[in-house]
């Protein structure tokens, strides 16, 4: 279901004009040109993230990386930038004309949530912290609903890592907090702890998520791709969740790296097709690559009778 793109890694630290240790996890979007922005978490080598910006005409080849980073953490007018900002997730809102960029805060109270818009990916204006430590993985839906703009993030708590949706009139003041996806128990490929990987991508049957899961093991953890469907309307519904994983890293450059065993997107875009998903995904923490798939084939998974809700037994339909 899930293709990766042959020329992978398509982006590494080797590829920056100035220091950075590793790059990954980025944020993806396609821009009225039709060309592909990336907006790449690049870590400094004392191990704080930035934001750098790299285009491609066809989103897979020769990609133009800024020569220095476009959104560095200011730690001085937001605290909670302190230990850097990282897994950018951008959503055009055309309400505001404007790109809504959800990234998680690191600070001395530990990860948590913020925002940033811009019109041109030159100047960013931050919101700051509208979801307070432990909280991340998190992406604004690209319109309002009923109920206003809409958020998936995950809080955590002592025992559990779900993902969660919250609403707000104005991107300031958000409530109504409701559990949408719950990390399953026991051996499951996605029991414990859950993330939104992507941010959503909307389809005539409902909003398509993507999701991580980690499996804990003796060895460590082990980073894989799921998906659920969202209801169109009420994304606080869920309609079905696949019981398998889609996609988990076998490849070297996702199996060798500062954070072996990770398949982690970030950034999708729809291709002009309206069919083809590509995604950008980091490889255990130290690049970037591309994988596709497409919606019919994800719909047809998610419809199958093994992804039936009446025979899931990990977690709550």
Not at 3 to 26: C, E, I, Q
């Amino acid at each position: 279901m899930v293709k990766r793109y042959h020329g992978n890694p398509v982006l590494t630290a080797s590829d920056w004009h100035y220091p950075v240790h590793a790059v990954f996890n980025p944020g993806a979007t396609r821009l009225e040109d039709g060309s592909t922005l990336l907006l790449c978490r690049c870590e400094n080598h004392g191990g704080i993230s930035h934001f750098c910006r790299a285009i491609s005409k066809d989103g897979y080849t020769n990609w133009k990386v800024d020569t220095e980073p476009c959104l560095l953490p200011s730690p001085d007018s937001y605290p909670e930038e302190l230990w850097g900002i990282e897994d950018p997730r951008i959503t055009y809102v055309e309400e505001f004309g404007q790109y809504a960029i959800a990234y998680t805060a690191f600070g001395e109270g530990g990860p948590g949530v913020s925002l940033a818009f811009t019109k041109d990916f030159l100047a960013y204006k931050r919101r700051g912290l509208c979801m307070q430590p432990e909280d991340k993985d998190a992406a604004l839906f690209p319109r309002r609903f009923k109920e206003g703009f809409a958020l998936i993030h995950r809080p955590v708590t002592s025992e559990h890592a779900d993902m969660w949706l919250s609403y707000s009139p104005d991107l300031k003041n958000w409530g109504r907090p409701s559990r949408i996806l719950k990390a399953r128990k026991g051996a499951w490929w996605d029991a414990n702890k859950i993330g939104l990987s992507p941010p959503p991508v909307e389809t005539a049957e409902g909003w398509l998520v993507f999701y991580h899961g980690v499996r804990r093991h003796a060895s460590g953890s082990l980073y894989r791709l799921g998906v659920a469907l969202l209801d169109l309307e009420d994304p606080s519904r869920l309609v079905r969740r696949g019981q398998h994983w889609i996609m988990g890293p076998i490849e070297p450059y996702e199996r060798v790296g500062d954070v072996p065993n990770v398949v982690f997107p970030t950034g999708a875009v729809l291709a002009e097709d309206k069919d083809t998903i590509v995604m950008y995904y980091g490889a255990a923490d130290s690049s970037i690559c591309i994988a596709t798939t497409t919606v019919k084939q994800v719909l047809e998974f998610l419809n199958s009778k093994e992804n039936d809700c009446s025979l899931e037994t990990g977690s709550d339909p």
